[in-house]
């Protein structure tokens, strides 16, 4: 349980951003209160004010976690709310969890001593498995492939990176001026992120299963022929002020394209 007396050197934020979903947010927030490890802080943003969501937090304020809540004036994209939070932040690292996820108790443990050991390391994700709205796992859509090398150039071809997996050093975030405060990057403004920070250290992945990602209706989806749309979207503005091989460039926008033509055709 993190509590006030706890020292900013090796704190860990964890931001959760939230939207009418308070029954997930609950079981969301107490699988990071779960964790095995002791410095910790949540900061809790709603896209819109919640008082029920404010409530909660400050009972578990009244208990003696170190938790709080803010919010921005409802956009209906993650971003901005996201960054707010990144605002309120006093931790070295910080790590991020969607209102509807879950994780294994040793997880920030597990991240926290990896960034500990390897300071070129700047970003600490994890494997995931799939679970539906009862937290029954769904084996049949578990992730189970993560690239072994070329962590930070694969980026660029898929993104292999499970958001609530996440555990990166704040300066870095910081400096890649965090998400992109734009609603048409919603549902990608992460994979814009990690774009950006994949130039500035290295990528490390627990091939563990450490991080739940729920699969149920009022999940942020797009079709896939919209969504890699948004993924030129996203290369589009990230690649001109980042210093990326010409190849690793052309790989990624050939892809994007094949799938974009892939779609078209057979969706007819």
């Not at 007396?5 to 990071?32: C, F, H, P």
């Not at 910080?94 to 997880?107: G, Q, S, T, V």
Request: aromatic share 12%; with cysteine; net charge positive.
């Amino acid at each position: 349980m993190g509590t006030q007396a706890d020292e900013v050197k090796g704190l860990v934020s964890v931001i959760i951003v939230t939207y009418q979903r308070l029954n997930y947010l609950k079981e969301t927030i107490q699988s990071v209160l779960n964790q095995n490890f002791n410095n910790i802080e949540v900061v809790v943003a709603s896209d819109g004010y919640e008082s029920d969501v404010e409530q909660h937090v400050n009972e578990l304020k009244e208990m003696g976690y170190r938790i709080s809540y803010c919010f921005t004036e409802h956009c209906g994209y993650p971003a901005k709310p996201r960054n707010l939070a990144l605002s309120k932040c006093n931790g070295e690292y910080i790590a991020f969890c969607d209102d509807d996820d879950l994780w294994e108790k040793d997880k920030i443990r597990k991240q926290f001593a990896f960034l500990e050991e390897h300071p070129e390391y700047i970003l600490c994700a994890t494997n995931r498995r799939t679970i539906d709205s009862n937290n029954k796992p769904l084996n049949e859509r578990n992730l189970k492939w993560l690239p072994k090398k070329n962590f930070n150039e694969m980026i660029f071809l898929t993104n292999y990176i499970t958001y609530s997996s996440v555990m990166a050093r704040k300066e870095n975030i910081i400096q890649a001026k965090a998400f992109k405060d734009d609603h048409r990057f919603r549902a990608v403004e992460d994979y814009h992120l990690w774009i950006k920070l994949s130039q500035m250290g290295k990528f490390g992945v627990l091939q563990s299963v450490e991080t739940y990602y729920r699969v149920h209706a009022s999940n942020i989806s797009k079709s896939l022929l919209e969504g890699n749309k948004k993924l030129l979207l996203v290369f589009k503005d990230a690649f001109p002020e980042l210093s990326i091989s010409v190849v690793w460039k052309s790989l990624a926008y050939l892809l994007v394209y094949f799938k974009i033509i892939c779609y078209k055709v057979f969706s007819r």
